[in-house]
């Protein structure tokens, strides 16, 4: 399994004959100590038209230094990675080739950067030698801040043909001190002569022109806002861009299984699929059936496993909010087990549905889409087309709660004010796509939306407790056992609060549907 750390750094040229100022003397550091000059080399890995690269990822094996081994970095934001790390023995093996021996990427780091691969294969790109002098940045106290790194660095490019380049540079990277920090550092290295570097990595500076002359990375860059009479389908583009760029961001670390990961991919799922839904006249027909079915599917392929988190979490808190007169028989084991029956197995549908050909044809269909010429009704104005769809959007949440209102309490009722929430989700998303237009009208109605969505999913929430709870309370109660007591408690509290939501629901619904937050769709 791969370790990690978030590498926080900023990187500078400098002239050969660049003189490093004194670092002791910038706030909050006692000392600046320069450790051991130590020879690095590190052998980086990418496909022939450098998807990885494109898209700032980092695959590479170095040796030489404290951290020798594989190295994967994951762009976070500007200035920010996650580096992940395994040893030199953890690649799958060694084949000979006429340019000596080629080491194989590790297959867990493979996985992670499949998404983009694609079917790409792997192959070395680059070699770096570094002669690197590090200055270590500790307070008072002796806690390592910053290091300041100082790399003289010669590079080539492996394959046909080969570039080789030579240059010095200064790295700042960020330990166990503040932000700030980077910032006092920079001011002192560039008053003494730096300048700040205009690629975020080495790697970048090697493959300059080769990038350059290439397709960019994979998600195309976001437009310029938008006016009311850019193309109607610029605009929705535009938000489409944002999903996909999530979708992406999260695919990694899905695989990896951090926190809130899945979510994160499923959010983006559910907007894209709700965005071709509503704005299905801007696009090809045939196109948005597609996306819709398999973003569907892939969302579904995700929901198991989140799911039984939310409600292990969910359930804990209700039991430990219950007096302990009211806990009878161990119903905190009872619940986990009935939850975690399905887990890894859940986990191991959406592994297997990320590494499947129809995971990545989704994903190379969504770039096509997002890169694709507009036409049609795309290409008319966005003030004249998107308002309307918006309102079409509106118009069936209103339909969907008044049919709702018309119906006895009960599992009819319920079912529609689930379906009524997902129409809240759709005009929600909606209205964020077109938000760019209309500023702060779209933000106000964004937020109703919001409310709608809050208070309808506190109902499904509860309604989906409430029948696991009856199940799981009839066959305790059939088998004799004392957590039956416990559960039907619970099941009691569900019940009580998906009504409460419901009529907290329809009391907010005359100031949610209000018009004043709708004539700007007019």
């Known amino acids: 399994m791969a370790t ?100 194989t990427p590790p297959a867990e780091f493979v996985d992670l950067v499949s998404v983009h691969l694609r079917g790409g294969e792997l192959r070395p790109v680059a070699r770096l030698r570094t002669l690197r002098t590090a200055r270590r940045l500790r307070d008072a106290a002796g806690v390592d801040l910053a290091e300041v790194v100082d790399d003289q660095v010669s590079a080539q490019t492996l394959g046909e043909a080969t570039v080789v380049s030579t240059w010095r540079e200064i790295e700042v990277e960020l330990v166990d001190g503040k932000r700030g920090l980077l910032d006092d550092v920079g ?41 009311r009479r850019a193309p109607a389908g610029e605009v929705v583009r535009a938000y489409l861009i944002e999903q996909v760029r999530a979708l992406l961001a999260a695919d990694p670390r899905v695989r990896l299984d951090e926190p809130e990961a899945v979510h994160r ?31 569907r599917d892939l969302a579904g392929a995700l929901s198991g496993a989140r799911d039984a988190e939310v409600q292990i979490a969910y359930f804990d808190g209700r039991l430990a909010e219950l007096p302990a007169d009211l806990v009878a028989g161990p119903v905190h084991e009872t619940v986990s087990a009935h939850l975690s029956t399905g887990m890894a197995a859940a986990r191991e549908e959406a592994l297997t549905m990320l590494r499947s050909d129809r995971y990545f044809a989704l994903v190379a269909s969504l770039l096509t ?130 009504r409460l939501a419901e009529r907290d629901f329809f009391d907010a619904w005359p100031r949610i549907s209000a018009a004043k937050y709708r004539r700007w769709l007019d």
């Open 265 to 295: 991919m499923r959010v983006a799922c559910r907007r894209a699929r709700s965005t071709l839904r509503t704005f299905a006249p801007l696009f090809p027909a045939d196109t948005v059936t597609l996306l819709d079915e398999e973003l």
């Open 369 to 498: 889409l997002v890169r694709a010429p507009l036409t049609g009704a795309a290409r008319r104005p966005a003030g004249k087309v998107l308002p309307g769809l918006v309102h079409r959007a509106d118009r069936r949440l209103g339909k969907k709660v008044t049919a709702a209102a018309g119906l006895p309490v009960g599992h009819d009722r319920d079912e529609l004010l689930h379906s009524a929430r997902k129409q809240a989700k759709r005009l929600r998303y909606a209205v964020e796509a077109v938000t760019p237009l209309y500023g702060q009208d779209a933000t106000a109605l964004v937020g109703q939306a919001e409310r709608a969505q809050e208070l309808l999913g506190t109902h499904q929430d509860a309604t989906i407790a409430r029948d696991l709870l009856r199940g799981w309370g009839v066959a305790a109660q059939a088998q004799g056992d004392p957590t039956a007591f416990t559960l039907g408690v619970l099941l009691g509290l569900e019940e009580c609060r998906g």
């Open 4 to 103: 990690g750390v978030r590498e926080i750094e900023r990187k500078y040229a400098v002239e050969p004959t660049f003189v490093l100022p004194k670092l002791g003397g910038v706030p909050g550091v006692a000392t600046a100590r320069t450790r051991r000059a130590v020879s690095l080399e590190a052998v980086y890995f990418d496909t022939d038209d450098l998807r990885l690269a494109r898209n700032r990822i980092t695959l590479r094996r170095r040796t030489g230094g404290s951290d020798a081994g594989w190295h994967l970095k994951l762009p976070v934001r500007v200035g920010e990675r996650d580096e992940l790390q395994l040893p030199l023995d953890a690649a799958d093996g060694v084949v000979d080739v006429a340019a000596g021996a080629r080491h």
């Open 187 to 227: 001011e002192l290295l560039l008053a003494a002569g730096a300048v700040a570097a205009a690629d975020s990595s080495k790697l970048g500076r090697l493959l300059g022109p080769a990038l350059a002359a290439g397709p960019g990375p994979d998600v195309p860059p976001l437009p310029r806002r938008p006016r």
